[in-house]
């Protein structure tokens, strides 16, 4: 089973800066099928990635995803105030399929 | 409008089982599986299964084996998720959400699952 590890457990930043948040594989991901989501509390997590680099419908373009093999990245180009929330890789599309989530990284207001 | 709609609020005794329902709409219910995730108070998300909504076939987490079981009826676009034996360590929201060619493009708004002595 492959274990995905997430990279700072809590980042702390203002809005405008950049955020660069690592997800990290025990195991290579078969075809890039690593997705992100965002979940603010008391809310369902929202796709914001998949395939590794592709935004899902509605993403604002300040969103990137990439990556390959084991190591990937999410990158928020320039934090807005409603980005801050926990953020999740996932790893999909293993056989038998597995959809295993890594423990999450906070971005915080600093 | 596409959506996932989950059942209300359990309140279970230790033992018991639940049953949660995901009702879809807006789209073409056998065209994409649904799998369910968990989150604990506090705590992440943690993947419990999926379900093919055409052929019924399920695979579910091995932590969850012998304990879940996911049905779907195609006559009301429904899929189900029971969870038997609970724990107090149940306890959790569960969510249902649809996959294509993206894993999880949309979500039902969650199903708290209190599980109290």
């Known amino acids: 089973e492959i274990v995905l590890t997430q990279s700072p457990g809590t980042l702390s930043l203002s809005p405008g800066e950049r955020a660069t948040l690592s997800c990290r594989a025990s195991?290579?991901?078969?075809?890039?099928?690593l997705a992100w989501y965002q979940q603010k509390p008391g809310q369902a997590p929202r796709l914001l990635i998949y395939g590794a680099s592709s935004r899902a419908t509605g993403i604002p373009d300040r969103f990137s995803g990439s990556g390959s093999g084991t190591d990937f990245t999410l990158t928020i180009r320039r934090l807005e105030p409603e980005d801050f929330a926990v953020y999740y890789c996932?790893?999909?599309?293993?056989?038998?399929?597995?959809?295993?989530f890594g423990p999450g990284t906070k971005v915080d207001i600093k | 409008q596409v959506q996932l709609l989950q059942s209300g609020t359990e309140v279970r005794r230790p033992g018991a089982s639940v049953r949660v329902s995901c009702r879809a709409s807006?789209?073409?219910?056998?065209?994409?599986?649904i799998y369910w995730v968990r989150q604990a108070p506090g705590q992440g998300l943690e993947w419990v299964g999926i379900i093919s909504t055409s052929g019924g076939g399920t695979v579910y987490a091995e932590k969850f084996q012998g304990r879940v079981s996911m049905t779907r009826d195609t006559s009301t676009d429904t899929v189900y998720m029971q969870l038997r034996s609970l724990r107090s360590d149940d306890s959790a929201v569960y969510y249902c959400?649809?996959?294509?060619?993206?894993?999880?493009?949309?979500w039902g708004q969650g199903t708290a699952v209190i599980v109290s002595s």
């Open positions: 807006g789209y073409t219910f056998t065209n994409y599986y």
């Open positions: 996932q790893q999909y599309g293993s056989s038998p399929p597995r959809f295993n």
């Open positions: 195991q290579t991901i078969t075809s890039n099928y």
């Open positions: 959400a649809r996959v294509g060619d993206s894993p999880g493009d949309v």
